[in-house]
Every structure is written in structure tokens, then in C-alpha cells.
């Protein structure tokens, strides 16, 4: 379902277009009843570098998993330099010249770089005349793309952007002519990010072909020719990536306008409903992981807490939710004060009216081996109303598990079907309305859309919303930046543990914060004292 | 002097001659945890052969055929291994539990069917057997003082299986180490996502280990019924399957570490069977029980506190499933 471009050449290969490295035709592929690819047709100029862009889930690594052999297809053909070919397995996309990077990396680790290399590839069934010839190959491949690794170096004993040139070599030893790499920089700092893209462009100019999967759009436009959007297991679009911006793949990839205005009015904010009073927490190396915070969330409003992922805020959400203790200052919820020597447990802090939607649903949220019905009461399971006798009464609670299935939209509302085989978003949307159906005083709430599909984030953020306009107060806490600033009422910047800043939600600009969240905002308006202390 | 030396040849005799299975079993053990498929089931394969070979030598007189068909037996059960747990997926520790519950009984049962003795086999004639073969020059070199009896005394007289087990460790480090399969081999245990995406099968890469596995372990099987001794007796291999993993485990598997802890528990068990009578000044006679016990007893406080970090195959247990 490519959309029609100035492609005019039908017959591949033809004269004046360029030749044609991968050309896949309607290419189908479901795993029980999860159909992840769908008619999926995609065509490949040889020697360009080719993105497939889309969201988590939408097919990308499934595609290329099948012009690997890494699954086979339900449907369609494979062409490889205008040749149909069979691809039932790894080796047959070896023999003809794919070659792949996976985004974990398929080493072995107690081997060499050179073992690794040749493994699969041997020229021989002894070792010996293997070794020399690798040997001699990699040196070929070193002077020719840039590509240097120490060949006798042990893999465990590599960084990350190292192991990938192994794994690039490794495609390159087999005679790979096209080049697959799945979210390639996924692992890697930026600046080995920008090594990987300066190989990518040598390879290119040896007349690799390149295909390049990925959800960051700043890669796509950087480096790639051109562009092929996909959603929800099928391909929507194909773009020279010349001819188009950031915008509008951001729009294909989800389907519609990105940033959907939250209809909200302004935040009325009641009584304090928390209190946190130079709070620190420590990890088990004595490292401040909350360094002396302090904040108030009062009723009726959603403050937000923005940061790089791993500057503390998950260690202040376990300390606020009572999963982990703290080591300096206080909390307080209501009228109960917590305090180093007066710790609290979670079921307490439940029971306090605070509710808490973790960060991470798989592990903390729910158990995935349970029904969605016994998932549904976790952390209330001893509430009286549950009860029959001695015993959990699973009637009561089922019935109790369709009617939140009804109201918070999880679809299917089946409560009997396993946790884990929900959808992420509707997973998240079942523990959102586990903890926010008893209308608790506070609500504490992490990552609340990481790796949910965008009609399930509109529902969220509107149930959020909704909590805070009945006089919830609500702690946000999200690495998404727009995510804080289309919720929150007030945005507090996290950096190494501390709270750098505090931003009133209608005020924010996705600039300012960034450097904020980066501590490298300096031109604060001096209103605040300490900046002048500071510098003097 | 002398009598020193006597002494020590004779024990370094009984040494080999226990450890000789022992070495066998863990080289077997090896080619299986090293493709990543835990083998428990050595022992089971052991009596089995042990029972195959001493029923084939019986019928025809040729130790040949009885290793051939131990061998053929072991390797067998290793592809039922094989198929539960490469095939199907099975668990690796239940499927080899099994199998050893399995031959266990089925060894007799077949025993009482076939020669009606309780389970033995009837006493194999002495060409059913690898009897002692003397090494050229043996007789004439036993006067040589040290060397001449070292040779004469030590490296001649054993059965050709004993010399095979030696041969075999030697031979797996080659194998493993300098061949292509060992390479593969050594990959698929840890980390088979890698040899798949390589282009190599998964399965069939772990079915030749075991293969090789259930061959060895044959070897072993017919060393115990038709070398060592001339009839299959019910549990004859009495845990020394087991002795052999914990030997390869050891030996951190690696062929040459594992062929010296398997010498190791032969010299204790050696050790032992000497002391047996032996009055202790002070306590008197040791019981006999108490110094059968003796290996076991150390095998368990070696392995648990003398052997270091031993780092098994990462992949070992664990199925092979194409994640989704």
C-alpha cells in the first residue's frame, strides 16, 4: 500500500531508474490473533539508505524479522536484486547478501571479535585456515569502511558502540550487499550514534544498500533517502526524505494531528494533600538519589515532575508511595506525618487515600500471569466489600472488574482473559481505574503513557484531568515533556535529584525546560534570589 | 623402596580403572552442557549401555559387537533426551531424571525376560571381554628399575577401553577447540540466538552433542559390564554417572580440568578400597562403610566450598524459543 510517488518505473531495474535492491509484495504476517504485518509492500532503490519508521508495535521489526528468516511469512513474495527468492531461514538471507543488526546484539560473549566474526562462516571445518582468513578479511574491511575493532578482544569485555562494528562486520564477512539495522541507536551515546552514521555513510558509498528501522524522525531526516511510514502493521506511507519534514511523518506514524489540545479549564487549587519536606533517599552505595526535595501537591491540581529519565524521580516515587523508605525529612499525607523513624509501608499509605499508578505496569503494576479480574484489585484484595466469610469472593469482584472495564474503555472487557495479553494501553487503562475509581485524595502517577498507543493517552489525560476537577490532587511525574506540559498546573524540573526549577504549567516552553532539565539554563529571570547568591 | 613403589603403581593402577568411566561419562557430559542441554542422564545411558553390551557379548561372543551395541543403545536414549527437550522443549533435569528412572528399571526388567537370572546377565566368555593387552616389550622391560616398571607395571596391562577414555580427552579438546563444529558447538550453549541468526540450526547443532554424548556414555557403559567386569548386575553403575557430572562441573567444562577431577575421585576411591581393614592406631578398624562413603563425602565438600567460580554454558537449560 505504497502511496504513488514519481516512481515511474514499474519494471525493476529498468534503464534510467535506479535499480531495485528490495522489493517485498504484499507481505503478511500474524502471530494467533495479532496481526503484525498486513499487506505490506515495500520497494528499495539499491545503494540508498532507507528508513521504515513507525511507533513501538507497529511492524517494522517484524518486516525485516521476516526478510531475515527470522520468521517465515503467512503471505507474499520476496524479491532481491529483481530475483524472487525463498527466504525460509537465516542462512537462505545470507546467501542472498542481507545481512542484519538486531537491536540486541546476537554475539557471543565469551568469544573473540574474530570467533564472533567467523562463526557460521568458517572456511573450513578446522579452525586453524578459518582464523588466518578472517584475519586477513577484517584488516580488508577495516581499511576499506573505517571499521576498526580489535580482532582478539573478548566481547564481554567491548562497549556497546563497539559490539555493533562487530555485528556490522559480521554482515559484511558474509558478503552482505544490503544492510538491515534494527533501532540501531537505541543502545548508543551520541556521539557513538554519530560514529555509527558516519560508517552507515562509507557503506553507502561502496553501494551498500541500507535500511535503516527506527522511531527517532531526527535519524530519518539526517541520514536516509528515503522514507517509509508504518502503522499499526501496515505501511502508510513512502516519502523522499527531501520532500518531507518531521511533522508530517510524526503525523503518519500516529495517524492524525500529534499534539491534541486538551480541552482544561484553569486548576482550582484547595488544601495542601501533600506535603514533602527535604526529603533524601539514598541507594544502597549511601549515593542521594532525592537530594533534599521539598514540594506541596494540594487538592485540585496536577503537579508535574519533568527530567531526563534516571534523575531520581523513580526513587521519589517509590519513597512517596511507601515501597522504599526514606533517609532524611518528611512526608506528609492528610495527618499522617512519615518520617525516617516513622516509616510507612504501601498498603498504609493505600489506606491513607493515596493511590499510586507505577512506573512500570508489567513489573509493579500488575501481575501478568493473573486474570485481569485478580489484577484489578491489587493492593485493595483485603477490602471488606471483596469478602465472602473467610474468603475473596470472585463474583463480586468480576462484576466489580466489568463495570471499571466499562467505565475506563479497556477493551476487551473479558475479565477472565490473562493480564499479559492485554494490549499496553489497556493494561494501563486498567490499573488507572483500579487506583482512581476509589477517588483517592492523592494520586500518584508514573510514565502513565510510556508505550501506549495515542488514542489510550487522550483517555488517560482525560481521566487524570477529570480526578484533579473532583479535587484530586495529582503527582505527575513523566519523562515526556509534552506529556508534563499538557497536564500539569505546575511543572517542577528534576536534575541529579534535586529540584531545579519550578515552572507554572501555562508558562512553559518545551525550550526552556529542556535546558532546565539539562541544569544548563542560566539566563533564569532574577526573581529568584539564590541565582544571584550563586554567581556572586 | 621398592615395596613404596609397588604400592604406589598398584593404587595408581586402581586409580585408572575407576576413573577410566568416570572420564568417559564427563567427556560426554561435556559435548551435551556445552551445546546447552544439561545431561543428568548420564548415568541412566551408562547403565543402559552397560546392559546392552554385556547382552550382545553374551549372545555373541565378540566384545566388538557388545561396544557397538551399547554405543548404538546410549546414543538412542540420548535422542529421546534429545526430543524431549530440543523437539519439544521439555525440561532438561526432568527429562534426564526420567531417563535414569527409566533404565534403572527397564534394565532389569529386561534382564529377567530375556536370561530369567534376576536381572544379571550370564557370566560373558573371555572373548566377549576387553581383557588386558600388554604393550610391546612389557614383559621384557619389567626389570628395568623405575622406568622399565612404570612401563611394564603401569601403562601396559589395561583394556582397550581404558586407553580409549584417555584418548577421548585429548581428542574433545580438539574437537571443540580447534574444529568448526567445536566452535558451534561451544556458541550454541551460550547464546543459540546467535548461531540461529548465523544461519545455522539450533536443533540440529544440539542433536549432534548429544549424539556424541550417548556414544561416549556407551563407551563408558561397556567398560563397566564387559571390561572392568564379565555380566550386567541391576544398578551396577551405582552413581557414577553422577560422580562424572559433578567432575565435569569441576573441571569447569573444560575436557582436560574434568579428566583430572575425574582421576581425582578414582584416587580417593582408590585410596579407599586400600585402607578397607586397615587398623587406624587409636581408633581400630575404620568400618568399611565409613570409607566407601569417603568419596562421596568429599565430592560434596570439594564441590561445595574448593571449587571456585565455575561459570556454566549461559544458555544451558534454557530452551530455544524465537522470541516473539
Known amino acids: 500500500m505504497t502511496s504513488s510517488t514519481d516512481d515511474a518505473g514499474v519494471q ?25 504485518n498486513k499487506d505490506v509492500s515495500i520497494r528499495v532503490e539499491a545503494g540508498t539508505i532507507h528508513g521504515i519508521v513507525g511507533e513501538n508495535g507497529a511492524g517494522k521489526s517484524t518486516l525485516m524479522s521476516i526478510l531475515y528468516g527470522f520468521y517465515e511469512a503467512d503471505a507474499g513474495t520476496i524479491q532481491i536484486d529483481g530475483k524472487q527468492v525463498q527466504i525460509k531461514n537465516s542462512n537462505d538471507a545470507i546467501a542472498a547478501g542481507i545481512g542484519m543488526v538486531h537491536q540486541h546484539f546476537m554475539l557471543v560473549d565469551t568469544f573473540t571479535v574474530l570467533e564472533n566474526v567467523m562463526m557460521g562462516a568458517e572456511s573450513g571445518a578446522l579452525l586453524r585456515d578459518s582464523v588466518v582468513a578472517a584475519r586477513a578479511e577484517l584488516e580488508r574491511l577495516e581499511s576499506e569502511y573505517g571499521l576498526h575493532v580489535d580482532p582478539d578482544a573478548l566481547a564481554s569485555e567491548l562497549p556497546v558502540g563497539q559490539l555493533q562494528r562487530v555485528e556490522i562486520l559480521k554482515a559484511l564477512y558474509r558478503g552482505a550487499r544490503i544492510l538491515i539495522l534494527d533501532e540501531p541507536t537505541g543502545v548508543l551515546t551520541p556521539q557513538e550514534a554519530e560514529q555509527l552514521f558516519r560508517i552507515l555513510g562509507a557503506l553507502k558509498d561502496q553501494g551498500v544498500t541500507i535500511v535503516l528501522i527506527t522511531h527517532k524522525l531526527r535519524e530519518i531526516m539526517d541520514v536516509t533517502d528515503n522514507v517509509e511510514v508504518m502503522r499499526h502493521g501496515q505501511m502508510v506511507a513512502h516519502r523522499k526524505t527531501s520532500e518531507t519534514d518531521k511533522g508530517e511523518l510524526a503525523e503518519l506514524m500516529v495517524g492524525r494531528k500529534m499534539r491534541t489540545d486538551l480541552q482544561k479549564q484553569d486548576a482550582n487549587p484547595g488544601e495542601t494533600a501533600l506535603i514533602v519536606e527535604n526529603l533524601t533517599v539514598r541507594d544502597s552505595y549511601g549515593i542521594a538519589k532525592v537530594d533534599n526535595v521539598s514540594f506541596e501537591v494540594k487538592t485540585g491540581e496536577i503537579v508535574g515532575i519533568a527530567g531526563v529519565s534516571g534523575n531520581g524521580q523513580s526513587e521519589l516515587l517509590e519513597a512517596l508511595s511507601g515501597i522504599t523508605g526514606l533517609d532524611e525529612g518528611r512526608i506528609v499525607y492528610g495527618d499522617r506525618e512519615v518520617t525516617p523513624s516513622a516509616p510507612v509501608n504501601p498498603e498504609e499509605v493505600r489506606k491513607l487515600s493515596v493511590a499510586h499508578v507505577p512506573e512500570d505496569r508489567q513489573k509493579l503494576g500488575l501481575v501478568t500471569d493473573f486474570p485481569a479480574w485478580e489484577s484489578s484489585i491489587l493492593g485493595y484484595h483485603r477490602d471488606e466489600a471483596l469478602q465472602k466469610g473467610l474468603f475473596l469472593d ?44 476509589r477517588n483517592p485524595k492523592v494520586l500518584l502517577v508514573g510514565q502513565p503513557t510510556r508505550g501506549v498507543d495515542i488514542g489510550a493517552i487522550e483517555f488517560i489525560h482525560r481521566q487524570l484531568v477529570d480526578l484533579r476537577d473532583k479535587g484530586g490532587a495529582v503527582l505527575l511525574i513523566s519523562v515526556e515533556l509534552d506529556e508534563v506540559m499538557t497536564l500539569a498546573d505546575r511543572i517542577l524540573v528534576m536534575f541529579e535529584g534535586r529540584i531545579v526549577a519550578e515552572v507554572a504549567g501555562d508558562k512553559a516552553d518545551e525550550k526552556t525546560l529542556g535546558l532546565m532539565m539539562a541544569n544548563a539554563f542560566s539566563e533564569t529571570p532574577s526573581s529568584d534570589e539564590n541565582v544571584s547568591g550563586a554567581s556572586a | 623402596m621398592e615395596d613404596a613403589f609397588v604400592f604406589i603403581t598398584l593404587t595408581a593402577n586402581a586409580t585408572v580403572r575407576v576413573a577410566t568411566p568416570l572420564i568417559l561419562c564427563a567427556m560426554a557430559g561435556l559435548f551435551s552442557e556445552r551445546s546447552g542441554i544439561i545431561d543428568i542422564s548420564l548415568e541412566g545411558k551408562m547403565l543402559g549401555g552397560a546392559f546392552m553390551a554385556a547382552s550382545v557379548s553374551y549372545a555373541t561372543d565378540s566384545a566388538w559387537l557388545g561396544l557397538m551395541a551399547a554405543i548404538m543403545f546410549s546414543m538412542v536414549l540420548a535422542m529421546l533426551h534429545g526430543f524431549a527437550c530440543i523437539t519439544h522443549n521439555g525440561n532438561q533435569v526432568v527429562s534426564g531424571v526420567a531417563l535414569n528412572m527409566l533404565m534403572s528399571g527397564l534394565t532389569v526388567v529386561m534382564g529377567i525376560a530375556w536370561f530369567s537370572r534376576g536381572g544379571q546377565t550370564p557370566g560373558v566368555s573371555p572373548d566377549g571381554r576387553f581383557l588386558p593387552i600388554n604393550l610391546p616389550f612389557a614383559e621384557a622391560l619389567s626389570d628395568v628399575p623405575i622406568i622399565g616398571t612404570f612401563y611394564s607395571g603401569f601403562l601396559s596391562g589395561h583394556n582397550a577401553l581404558v586407553y580409549l577414555a584417555f584418548l577421548a580427552v585429548p581428542a574433545t579438546w580438539w574437537v571443540v577447540y580447534r574444529t568448526r563444529f567445536g566452535l558451534r558447538l561451544r556458541a550454541v550453549g551460550e547464546n543459540p540466538h546467535a548461531v540461529d541468526t548465523a544461519g545455522i540450526s539450533v536443533a540440529w547443532l544440539r542433536y549432534r552433542g548429544l549424539l556424541i554424548c550417548g556414544g561416549l556414555t556407551g563407551v563408558a557403559g561397556a567398560y563397566l559390564s564387559i571390561a572392568q567386569n564379565a555380566s550386567f548386575v541391576r544398578e551396577m553403575s551405582a552413581g557414577q554417572g553422577y560422580i562424572a557430572l559433578a567432575a565435569m562441573i569441576f573441571g569447569k567444562w573444560r575436557p582436560v580440568p574434568a579428566m583430572l577431577a575425574c582421576l581425582m575421585f578414582g584416587l580417593l576411591d582408590a585410596i579407599a578400597i586400600r585402607l578397607q581393614g586397615v587398623v587406624v592406631p587409636g581408633i581400630g578398624e575404620v568400618p568399611v562403610q565409613l570409607i566407601q562413603a569417603l568419596p562421596y563425602v568429599l565430592t560434596v565438600v570439594l564441590l561445595a566450598g574448593f571449587i571456585g567460580k565455575s561459570v556454566a554454558p549461559k544458555a544451558i537449560g534454557v530452551p530455544y524459543v524465537k522470541e516473539r
Open chain 1, 12 to 36: 525493476p531495474g529498468g534503464s534510467n531508474s535506479p535499480p531495485v535492491a528490495i522489493e517485498l509484495q504484499g507481505i503478511s504476517k500474524a502471530f494467533g490473533l495479532v496481526q503484525a
Open chain 1, 394 to 437: 470472585p463474583e463480586i469482584v468480576k462484576t466489580q472488574c466489568v463495570s471499571l472495564m466499562e467505565q475506563f474503555d479497556v477493551r476487551p472487557p473479558t475479565p477472565d482473559i490473562k493480564s499479559a495479553n492485554f494490549s499496553g494501553g489497556n493494561q494501563q487503562k486498567l490499573i488507572l481505574a483500579r487506583e482512581i475509581d
